[in-house]
């Protein structure tokens, strides 16, 4: 089905959805000794991308922007990724089965073609996972449910020595990534001392911050869910405070989906 308009760069092309992420080759663009890092996020038109749950109290990713379609393409850009960067929220949250997810790529049927496709591409069946956290408050059965990779803690000096060792103790590698809190700089070095090449952050806007203050994230690809949600407890795609940075638009498409109207808009980092 061709219900993908492209609108930037303008070619008036019409094409179906699948693909047109994983074309990309996120997993070769880094230079040799760099890391290339991208973020990707869904929001409402009034910049929501989650929202307080009233009864539980936990910010969630409301049913009212979540979609498949979004979600097909947001496994297309885990499909590219040698490490994916999440926070310690994340593992809370799977721990009392509030997560989006497990970690992708993702093993139904329809995502086949991805873990095919890193098999070809002579990638690991799963990016590895680096989780952000000063606090280390990571529930051991959220943390259990990833044995099938490498997982890196990352946090910074003030990190409580105890946590520490007990994460040691169970398997995880630690790193120190900053003074008051984990640096983007130091985190990037830490990543390419790894030898990854591509790194994905699903994180929300405090790690998002942490990158884009530094300017290590390369690309943002930001899907705009044509709705509107309004509601005062939300969180949007960056929080803190920074100088202004400049993004050049890379490409935008509309989904025409008459069920989940949306743009996927990818987008450069100016340094
Ligand atoms: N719609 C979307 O596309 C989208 C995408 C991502 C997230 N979200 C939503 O946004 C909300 C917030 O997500 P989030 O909690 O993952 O966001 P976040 O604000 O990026 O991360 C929060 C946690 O990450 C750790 N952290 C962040 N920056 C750090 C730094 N520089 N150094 C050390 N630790 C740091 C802290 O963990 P500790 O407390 O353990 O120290 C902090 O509590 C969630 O509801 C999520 O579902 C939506």
Not at 10 to 23: E, M, P
Not at 105 to 122: F, I, K, N, S
Not at 234 to 262: C, K, P, R, V
Request: hydrophobic share 40%; aromatic share 8%; with cysteine.
């Amino acid at each position: 089905m061709t219900d993908i308009l492209q609108l930037h760069p303008r070619t008036q092309l019409q094409c179906s959805l699948k693909g047109i992420y994983l074309k990309l080759n996120l997993h070769q663009i880094a230079a040799p000794s760099e890391l290339f890092m991208y973020a990707n996020y869904i929001s409402s038109v009034d910049g929501r991308i989650a929202l307080r749950d009233a009864e539980s109290g936990e910010y969630m990713v409301p049913d009212s922007i979540a979609n498949k379609r979004d979600w097909r393409l947001y496994q297309e850009l885990a499909a590219q990724a040698d490490v994916m960067i999440t926070s310690a929220r994340y593992f809370r949250q799977l721990a009392i089965g509030k997560a989006q997810d497990l970690l992708p790529v993702g093993t139904a049927p329809e995502y086949t073609d991805l873990t095919e496709w890193r098999a070809q591409q002579g990638l690991n069946p799963q990016p590895d996972v680096v989780i952000i956290s000063n606090s280390l408050e990571l529930p051991a059965r959220a943390l259990a449910q990833l044995h099938d990779r490498r997982v890196i803690v990352c946090t910074s000096e003030q990190a409580d020595d105890k946590k520490v060792n007990q994460l040691k103790a169970s398997g995880l590698t630690v790193l120190i990534a900053g003074h008051q809190q984990v640096e983007g700089k130091q985190l990037k070095q830490q990543l390419i001392e790894f030898g990854y090449r591509s790194a994905y952050m699903i994180a929300g806007p405090a790690v998002h911050h942490t990158l884009i203050s530094e300017q290590v994230l390369d690309h943002l690809f930001l899907t705009t869910r044509l709705n509107l949600l309004a509601g005062d407890a939300f969180h949007t795609i960056l929080n803190g405070n920074m100088s202004a940075t400049e993004l050049e638009l890379l490409s935008l498409y509309l989904d025409t989906d008459i069920s989940s109207q949306q743009l996927f808009a990818q987008y450069r980092l100016k340094r």
